[in-house]
């Protein structure tokens, strides 16, 4: 008998205990989930639906179906750039995935010296904007370079520069993860290759491989995505050579051709999703095969290895390094290559095209407010999709709204916030050229690998913290303030520090929606290289790494004993 056979007083009585279930909590958490589906639908699912409308409009807004697309294809030109963005991703990758895959043997499984600070260096990359790994090559390579006889008459301007570009900037996100995969091998496979005396070339092959190869492969698609999306390098350093990412730029801001700009954004985002729907895949099977019963792989001195392995780490560590000093050098030399006396004119930014010093203020501002209410938003967030009780159709849609800008290239974003904001009809129209749209938009472009670093936090909390909090009748935001916010504490600064460091160096996600005096200092780096002040550019570029990497130090410095307190319950 269902309730609609009943009387009414038989059917309120029915509905009454599930009412009973669902308290205020019940409901007030249930409406934050709705929020913040709505706020994810404005913010990433809306922009990219009207960057799809606009692919199959004409300038005058009406519908002509595939003809953009029929005209990028029978453009010789045009097409060629998708074999190029192709096959330069794929030859990055490899060299990337291999020298991070020895960088992090070195680290793991070796007992070479020096192992902490290899990890501090191989991390430089991540604080500096793309476009500075494309300048240092220039100052190295190019028509004045320092060795440009290196190349044996070769450029550098064009997939040769954007190749070793691209591999420095991409080279510390795949050495965290496949790092992560070598650290969590089981110590018991090796005992039992060393009984069965397996030579050392032969355990490597099917033990050390088999055990990392979903760490490869994730490290593999994460790298491709990352390279195909630049925008930085190949700007910089590409030349003639056409990428994806580039036509973008020249479509949308060289020719103003928006519905081609659409239809490449389009292209650009099919690899990115595929890659990003194939590591997730990878990563589901990798879930599967952990054992709870592993024993920590600790490795063993072995005297030729470690020389190797010390070798092999300081010829990278040392590319790294060069790479940034002679950036620096640049930035400081009066004159290159002519007078290398040191001069601080190249910082006078306020002389050179670019936005001046404001620039850097504004990208200081844009960071502190990304990092301010994108941990807020994400944490919370998190926190409403994991512990939000039933509800689950509408939480598995917010779930996977956070996790779609994981595939979303930052100029596929970009450009679909010119399309949806710029739009008059739009009552949202008043934020765009505003600070708030960067902010935003950097919030949504970096929003999935926050909200996966702090569901992965929430997890590690019991439900039955909840549950007894429900039957004391303690308010969930006063559990979530006391209990889980604390708890988490580690992971909500690491958000914090991540937003920031991120705001303050991307380029791909802004550079369609800023105005003239919301300029960002990685802006202003692309700018000065554009109007020929290289020198000023790299200086600028010096100055987000360096702000980046001051703010990581005092960042660290000033939690570490904080932190250290604050989670001695963690300690028996």
């Not at 509408?394 to 904001?421: D, E, H, M, N, S």
Request: charged fraction near 10%; glycine fraction near 6%.
């Amino acid at each position: 008998m269902t309730t609609e056979t009943l009387s009414l007083p038989d059917r309120a009585a029915a509905i009454a205990p599930l009412r009973q279930k669902l308290g205020r909590d019940d409901w007030i958490m249930r409406g934050a989930v709705v929020a913040l589906g709505l706020w994810l639908i404005v913010t990433v699912l809306l922009p990219l639906w009207a960057l799809l409308s606009k692919s199959f409009q004409a300038a005058d807004g009406s519908f002509v179906g595939l003809a953009n697309f029929q005209a990028y294809f029978a453009s010789p030109a045009l097409a060629n750039s998708i074999w190029h963005s192709i096959w330069v991703s794929l030859l990055s990758t490899f060299i990337c995935v291999l020298l991070a895959f020895v960088y992090a043997y070195g680290l793991t499984r070796t007992c070479m010296p020096g192992r902490g600070l290899f990890r501090i260096i191989a991390q430089i990359p991540i604080l500096a904007p793309s476009l500075l790994p494309a300048i240092s090559l220039v100052y190295l390579f190019g028509n004045q370079g320092l060795v440009k006889w290196m190349l044996f008459g070769a450029s550098i301007y064009g997939p040769i520069g954007i190749v070793m570009g691209e591999v420095f900037w991409t080279f510390p996100h795949a050495l965290i993860i496949i790092t992560t995969a070598l650290a969590i091998s089981d110590a018991r496979l090796y005992e039992a290759a060393e009984a069965l005396r397996a030579s050392s070339h032969r355990t490597f092959w099917t033990v050390t491989i088999p055990g990392a190869r979903y760490g490869l492969i994730s490290a593999v698609f994460v790298v491709f995505t990352l390279v195909i999306t630049d925008f930085g390098v190949p700007k910089v350093i590409g030349g003639k050579f056409n990428v994806l990412a580039t036509d973008i730029y020249k479509q949308v801001v060289g020719q103003q051709n928006f519905q081609m700009g659409a239809v490449v954004g389009l292209i650009l985002l099919l690899p990115a999703a595929l890659a990003f729907v194939v590591d997730q895949l990878m990563q589901r099977r990798q879930l599967a095969l952990l054992s709870a019963r592993a024993v920590p792989y600790a490795p063993k001195p072995d005297a030729t290895i470690d020389r190797a392995m010390l070798a092999i780490c300081s010829l990278i560590a040392f590319a790294i390094l060069v790479i940034l000093g002679v950036s620096f050098f640049a930035s400081i030399a009066t004159l290159w290559p002519y007078n290398l006396t040191p001069s601080l004119k190249n910082f006078d930014f306020d002389m050179m095209d670019g936005g001046g010093w404001r620039s850097y203020f504004n990208s200081l501002v844009m960071a502190g407010l990304t990092a301010l209410f994108g941990t807020a938003v994400i944490f919370t967030g998190a926190y409403l999709v994991e512990k939000t009780p039933r509800f689950r159709a509408i939480r598995g849609f917010v779930q996977f709204l956070a996790l779609l800008p994981l595939a979303v290239p930052g100029l596929v974003l970009g450009l679909g916030y010119i399309f949806f904001f710029n739009n008059p009809a739009n009552p949202l129209n008043f934020i765009y050229g505003t600070m708030a749209i960067l902010v935003i938009c950097t919030i949504s472009h970096f929003y999935s690998v926050s909200h996966l670093t702090a569901v992965t936090a929430l997890k590690q909390i019991d439900q039955e913290f909840e549950t007894v909090s429900a039957s004391l009748k303690v308010p969930f935001w006063r559990t979530f303030m006391r209990v889980t916010l604390p708890v988490c504490l580690p992971a909500v600064l690491d958000i914090a520090m991540y937003l920031f460091v991120n705001a303050m160096t991307t380029v791909s996600a802004v550079v369609f929606i800023y105005a003239p005096h919301t300029t960002l200092a990685a802006i202003a780096v692309l700018n000065m290289d554009d109007a020929g002040d290289v020198a000023p550019a790299a200086a600028m570029a010096m100055v987000v790494f360096a702000t980046a990497a001051v703010t990581r130090t005092i960042y660290m410095l000033l939690t570490q004993g904080y932190l250290a307190r604050a989670q001695m319950w963690r300690k028996r």
